[in-house]
T-cell receptor, first 111, second 115 residues
Framework: GDSVTQMEGPVTLSEEAFLTINCTYT??????LFWYVQYPGEGLQLLLK?????DKGSNKGFEATYRKETTSFHLEKGSVQVSDSAVYFC??????????FGSGTRLSIRP | EAGVAQSPRYKIIEKRQSVAFWCNPI?????LYWYQQILGQGPKLLIQ????????DSQLPKDRFSAERLKGVDSTLKIQPAKLEDSAVYLC?????????????FGPGTRLTVT
């Protein structure tokens, strides 16, 4: 069935470090892919998305590329900041017209 | 633009009691969603409305959960009676209708603790 597998957390990095959070999915066809972020005390918000193979979504210095061959959508950022501390969710839009979320990865950035 | 509003933000009840959550979506958004997010897991869709009609409630435990969206705007989600395993954050989201893969806007959630 439809599912998302993402890197388990927590992930702790120092400021300005390089970030990768791995995400793979199992789905029918080629769904739209998303990364959502949940900052402390706030609601989920869309960080970036990609709608077809080889698309690159980007926002706030984060990037993720839709890799059809490996069914992956890894999140990357070249230099993280303390303000990036949050929980990150990989997700996709399923053939049943609903969003399927991964379990989330908590990211903590040390000053 | 005002975001999705939810209340209360926190609720603590004993098992077998009842509880209700309220959601006010973004103005003009015809589609409304309720999600359950158990600690350490991603959100799971409970029910989806388009205007005041139910589109999908396949994962709603209908023996104890109910939801309504009268007049196609505000919505309430009720649990009666609550069980310990219902402890979770209940998220409401809304989106425009009629758009493929619409962006969903989430409220801050209601954290429910059942003791």
């Amino acid at each position: 069935g439809d599912s998302v597998t993402q890197m388990e957390g927590p992930v702790t990095l120092s400021e300005e470090a390089f970030l990768t959070i791995n995400c793979t999915y199992t789905a029918t066809g080629y769904p739209s892919l998303f990364w959502y972020v949940q900052y402390p005390g706030e609601g989920l918000q869309l960080l970036l998305k990609a709608t077809k193979a080889d698309d690159k979504g980007s926002n706030k210095g984060f990037e993720a590329t839709y890799r059809k061959e490996t069914t992956s959508f890894h999140l990357e950022k070249g230099s993280v900041q303390v303000s990036d501390s949050a929980v990150y969710f990989c997700a996709f839009y399923s053939s049943a017209s609903k969003i399927i979320f991964g379990s989330g990865t908590r990211l903590s950035i040390r000053p | 633009e005002a975001g999705v509003a939810q209340s209360p933000r926190y609720k603590i009840i004993e098992k077998r009691q009842s509880v209700a959550f309220w959601c006010n979506p973004i103005s003009g958004h015809a589609t409304l969603y309720w999600y359950q997010q158990i600690l350490g897991q991603g959100p799971k869709l409970l029910i989806q409305f388009q205007n005041n009609g139910v589109v999908d409630d396949s994962q709603l435990p209908k023996d104890r959960f109910s939801a309504e969206r009268l007049k196609g705007v505000d919505s309430t989600l009720k649990i009666q009676p609550a069980k310990l395993e219902d402890s979770a954050v209940y998220l409401c989201a809304s989106s425009f209708a009629g758009i493929r893969d619409p962006e969903q806007y989430f409220g801050p959630g209601t954290r429910l603790t059942v003791t």
